[in-house]
């Protein structure tokens, strides 16, 4: 059967007043899912671009898909026993481990989200399409499904819907499900026995961050980092894997090439400060190691650059993005109660970025203003 | 005579009525006039302190709009407020006294936050607002009235607090082991002041989607 004809068949039961009106909403998302809408604007003029959410959603999702199956690659290659298996082996362990996981919460917070949508009656938005991947890639593997769960219906319900919905929120949704867990159930989010899906007695390790704040060294070397064969969240851990998200994000404009920049800077400037310092043993390691250690380069390039919650203008960019590698790196090593910083220093930020973006226009019109004063 | 069948209202008319009722509603302090949050949060991690924080709220909102209503016809304007501060805070004194003298923990457990009741805006702001304008007798429902519905959400969050942050009510455990066996943990953001003021922001949008009358344009 045509599915054209059977979707325009079933379609007046989800109208107005037909059997099936409370799932107008859910009907509308699957079709346009499957055909292109062919809606026009119905007044005013509009310029369109062909770049439109779904496909700015879908790159952001392609981008995190490198560290994603490094991730679950990890997952397996963490077991007590991984380094024995063949890499395949090791994905696919990881891959049973971590879909649970994904499927968790993109069920929740779909649910939730077509649910709102129906009430608010609009359109469902693709913005659960990026946090519900993000989710899964900055918690543990060990992270109770039951905690993503709850994870992700407060953060959609509370940092979204109350806000108004995709485009509204003024925290990114994915960080605010950490920060829930981060401080609801601290034991399972941070410790040493998390980061292993096997619950093998005797096997545990610190990350490589803890480690660093006990004893100013790590067991990790720097090229581990740069692979990602170090535990730690589950897309956290590679820092090429990211850089190749980078470099598609960048390359297709989805994501701002400024804020990954300054990112990276205030994290290096802030750590060669402490270097000057170097009052204790964690505060002399090299600047450029935060860099690639823990989730500095994973927030970096794909929390720190959510289009709705960074800054807007251009100079404000680069101090919003200076700012959370700043903060980052000050909170890793001031803050013992904290061994990574990343999560606070994005959250902080972007609840600064309005106000960055104010005085940046606000300055700007102050310029403007001159230079007419002057030419009269 | 005849000024006194002028003058007589029922005890309990439906005016006299609202002023005690309203507050649980349309006009609660919390949730409408956005008064008395921080004590909210900072008393609610448990439910006991809670329940003794609105019962002395209460009180002192009880009889200090009863004694400056009692007043009200002989304090200059100009001097009211500093009469109205003499009351609350002996009023204050009086019910820290009480709670340390016969719950001695619970009072512990409050600290500074009983004599900080004298700060809570219900209070001083029931009696500018009503107590002044009004007679005893609805006065007295006023405050009793106001303090029942601060107290009210009081309640509702230490209830939630405790029964999540910690998995007991009054103090008792009331989650059961095997819970904890099959991985519930307690919600530890649950024992965080800022969890408190989420769920205040949650009662008030259950209010308002009940009451159109409320929401703003």
């Keep these: ?376 | 005579m005849s000024k006194n069948i002028e003058e007589k209202e029922p005890l309990f008319s439906a005016k006299n009525m609202a002023s005690l009722t309203n507050p649980f509603n349309k006009n609660n302090p919390v949730l409408v006039q956005i008064l008395g949050i921080c004590s909210a949060l900072a008393v609610t991690v448990q439910l006991k302190p809670a329940v003794v924080m609105a019962l002395s709220v209460t009180v002192v909102t009880a009889f200090s709009n009863l004694i400056m209503s009692l007043m009200r016809n002989s304090i200059p304007a100009r001097i009211r407020i500093i009469v109205q501060l003499v009351v609350i805070a002996t009023l204050v004194i009086l019910v820290d006294q009480f709670l340390k003298a016969f719950v001695y923990d619970v009072s512990v457990q409050l600290s500074v936050y009983v004599g900080l009741i004298i700060t809570n805006c219900i209070i001083m702001g029931r009696v500018e607002a009503f107590a002044l304008a009004n007679k005893p007798w609805p006065s007295l429902l006023d405050g009793i009235g106001n303090g029942l519905g601060y107290g009210m959400i009081l309640v509702i969050i230490g209830f939630v607090r405790e029964l999540f942050g910690s998995g007991c009510l009054w103090g008792y455990k009331v989650i059961p082991e095997w819970c904890y066996e099959h991985g519930y943990v307690n919600n530890g953001l649950m024992l965080f002041p800022p969890m408190a003021l989420i769920l205040v922001g949650f009662i008030i949008w259950i209010q308002r989607s009940r009451n159109k009358d409320l929401q703003e344009k």
Aim: aromatic share 12%; net charge neutral; charged share 15%.
């Design chain 1, 1 to 376: 059967m045509d599915l054209r004809k059977y979707v325009d068949k079933i379609k007046p039961a989800f109208e107005e007043g037909g059997k099936f009106a409370a799932l107008h909403s859910t009907f509308d998302a699957f079709e346009t899912f499957l055909y292109v809408p062919n809606t026009r604007t119905s007044k005013g003029s509009h310029v369109r671009d062909c770049n439109d959410l779904k496909r700015v959603m879908i790159i952001m999702v392609l981008a995190l898909m490198p560290a994603l199956i490094f991730g679950m690659f990890n997952v397996g290659y963490q077991r007590i026993d991984g380094p024995e298996y063949t890499i395949l082996q090791n994905f696919w362990y990881g891959f049973l481990k971590v879909l649970p996981i994904i499927i968790v919460s993109y069920v929740v917070g779909l649910s939730i989200e077509f649910a709102s949508s129906q009430i608010r009656k609009e359109e469902v938005n693709e913005g659960f399409l990026v946090t519900g991947m993000l989710i899964p890639m900055i918690v543990p593997v060990g992270t109770p499904l039951w905690m993503v769960a709850l994870a992700t219906a407060f953060s959609v319900v509370v940092c979204k819907e109350v806000f108004g919905g995709t485009g509204m929120n003024i925290f990114n949704p994915a960080l605010v499900a950490r920060a829930f867990i981060f401080f609801s159930y601290t034991a399972s989010i941070s410790g040493e026995n998390v980061w292993f899906a096997d619950n093998v007695d005797g096997h545990s390790g610190a990350t490589a961050l803890s480690q660093w704040a006990d004893t100013g060294a790590t067991q990790y070397s720097v090229c581990d980092a740069l692979i990602g064969t170090i535990p730690g969240c589950i897309g956290e851990t590679s820092t090429i894997a990211i850089l190749l998200g980078a470099l598609l994000l960048v390359a297709t404009g989805v994501a701002s090439w400024r804020i990954m920049l300054s990112v990276f800077a205030g994290g290096l400037a802030m750590g060669l400060v402490f270097n000057a310092i170097g009052a204790n043993a964690y505060m002399q390691v090299p600047a450029w190691q935060h860099l690639i250690y823990g989730g500095f380069a994973f927030g970096a390039v794909f929390m720190a650059t959510d289009p709705v919650t960074a800054a807007q203008t251009n100079t404000g960019k680069w101090i919003y993005g200076f700012m959370i590698g700043v903060l980052a790196v000050l909170i890793r090593l001031v803050n013992p109660g904290y061994p990574e910083g990343m999560m606070m220093a994005i959250l902080f930020m972007n609840g600064i970025a309005p106000l960055i973006d104010h005085y940046v226009v606000d300055a700007n019109i102050r310029r403007r203003n001159k230079r007419v004063k002057l030419a009269k």
